[in-house]
């Protein structure tokens, strides 16, 4: 049975930073890229970061590179993001979630972390 399981959402203040983590199993996970994928309330999904099975290349979408650091250990079967310098609009769900093919349809999804910004 396949899992993706996110923790280390909640409430951090404006500056603040928190590390979300995501613990796979039931799949070959050195056969993925890992993604981290965002949902603000009343939004579309948001693609946030990619790593490749190896973990020597990633990738960021602009609103978070510089501040966000996606990582993994293939020997845990764990991904996790680093998430700095915290601003209320980074505010939303994050789901992780696993593709074989980057930038293809994600084959594994999380139930999402609450990570929530405010003062």
């Known amino acids: 049975q396949v899992q993706l399981v996110e923790s280390g959402g909640g409430l951090v203040q404006p500056g603040g930073s928190l590390r979300l983590s995501c613990a796979a199993s039931g799949f070959i996970f050195t056969n993925y890229f890992m993604s981290w994928v965002r949902q603000a309330p009343g939004k579309t999904l948001e693609w946030v970061s990619d790593i490749d099975s190896t973990g020597d290349t990633t990738y960021y979408a602009d609103s978070v590179k510089g501040r966000f650091t996606i990582s993994r250990d293939n020997a845990k079967n764990t991904v996790s993001l680093q998430m700095n310098s915290l601003k209320p609009e980074d505010t939303a769900v994050y789901y992780c979630?696993?593709?074989?093919?980057?930038?293809?349809?994600?084959?594994?999804w999380g139930q999402g972390t609450q990570v929530t910004v405010s003062s």
């Open positions: 979630a696993a593709q074989r093919i980057l930038k293809s349809r994600y084959d594994y």
